[in-house]
């Protein structure tokens, strides 16, 4: 070749991932958290240092120029705390241990000034290993945690535009090292901690409820929503120590969790990111099971496939690090302990996952008459901040309910039940930027519920038959039996499809109260459950007059005679009456100075006969 003049090719396609090293933080720490800020830049703060001690250390990091500046610190040095980006664009930082124990305040930082001021207002309780989610209104759920050597159950909203605490709840079970996650729904989903449980917290009712179980009880592990709208669980540890290499898929429409591909390797208090492509990320954590316990190892876990991939390895060994997706599509991995020590180091996952196409992933989507009800619409593709675009007008929304152009949100109260179609067209922040048009569909139908408040009672062996309507949801609706407590001799049904009521019938056997519940379940997605209580009473059978008889009749006898001997035939229903007792009197009034000699009572036989003689 001369080698003068440039050589220009193009190779054939290939793929690039993996780690590049990047710039350091001000102060080596782990357990400190890293916050995607509305500016492309990242807030890390707080954290344990290399003396074991908390620091009030922040840094600001540039994606631009890969380097960080340390900015003013925390009022309160801290670890184990929260970091949560508010929609105002400031962060909130909330709980957190220190050298006395736990912190009480909470924070705020100012990306516009660079400093953290206190919250007009504490917690309600202090707490450490919680979680903190933003939720649709913007307002911050805190669950769970560690306070006074205890796991807490207790839970509280945070409201940026009071800057107070609010006690809600409380969760079913205590947990710490637990997962919170944010679902399309705007529920969140709260998972693991010291046992396989999980529950349900419903913005709108305030309350906790008990969803599927895990099939692994799992401390540490990582919880992705994925742009299926189903959450990756993926890891964890047992008793602290030990790492687990299986991962499950939960899956909000049916409740239920269930296991997926397993990791290449066993780890907990690592890190999972969702990547643009839809993929996850996992890296580092921890396993005592291997030498080094502290991994460097990283994998990819694609949904599609339901398979992990090992990528390419960490420079530095690390748990307790943060790991967030920056608005170019790499991800920053920071701090964490590695090499017996808390790092200062940080570096940047790169992949083709920017590269991928813009897409809806959630084509359909379901909101509740006359109830308030949250949706996101989910992407897959995009990178950085996304905008929707509703370009079908206000006017093709259900009655009732707004559309945010920055998430994708449809919010409010529907007041109208019916598909309604719309127009969307997302576009991204790539150079040039990524864009779609979307047709998406918001179907609104009527809340589940049962319609028959009470149920009559019944009578023992008198044939029941009592109907239970249901109105709304979707049918075919299921009826399940909540509190095995049914009268005996009474059952109810499935009914058939495309019905939606069924009755609850049979004959009464026992007489007594019974107190219990019926559950009906519609065929939504996700679906619906409506329960009601009920309290029958069984009264006692009621028996028909017993009607007695002269086999054979006596005659009008004369005084100090003897009666010829007859029979009385005793009969109830038809049928006879042993063993009852059947006495003579004078039914007359002129003989009430008479009286009767001899046997006077005499007990029926088998047959229901008394034998007088």
Known sequence: LDSGHAVKGVSNAFTVNGFCPSGSLSVARDSLTS????????????????????????????????????????LSPRYSHTATLLNDGTVLIVGGRNTAGWVATAEIFNPANGTFTNT?????SPRSQHTATLLADGTVLLAGGFYNSATVNTAEIYNPATQTFTSVGPMNDARMDHTATLLANGKVLIATGLDASAEIYDPVAKTFTYTGSLNTSRQNPSATLLSNGKVLIAGGLVSSTTGINTAELYDPAAG??????????ARGYHTGTLLTDGTVMVAGGFDVSVNPDILITAEIYNPVAGTFSNTGSMSQNRWESTATILNDGTALTAGGFGGNSPQASSERFYSTSPLAPLTLTTPT???????????????????GPITWSLQSGPGSLPPGTTFNSTNGLISGTPTATGSFPLTVTIIDSSSPAKSTVTTPTVN?????????TTLPNGTVGVPYSSPINTSGGTPPIAFSLTTASFPPGLTITQPPTGTTSDTLAGNPTTAGTYNFSESVVDSGNPAQMSTQAYTVTINPAVLPPAVMSFTTQPGNETTNQNIPQFVVNLKQGGVAVPGASISLSFGNAACSSASLSGTTTVQTDPSGNATFS
Request: charged share 5%; no cysteine.
């Open 35 to 74: 916050t995607l800020l509305q500016n492309g830049n990242v807030l890390v703060a707080g954290g344990q240092n290399s003396a074991s001690a908390p620091t009030n250390n922040a840094d600001l990091y540039n994606p631009a120029t890969g380097a960080f500046t340390a900015t003013t610190g925390l």
């Open 120 to 124: 007009a207002h504490n917690p309600v």
């Open 256 to 265: 239920t969790f269930s296991y997926t591909g397993n990791l290449n390797h």
């Open 365 to 383: 989507v379901t909101l509740l008459q006359n109830q308030l009800d949250y949706q996101f619409l989910l992407e897959q593709g995009g990178v």
């Open 444 to 452: 609104v139908i009527a809340p589940l519920a049962i319609t028959t």
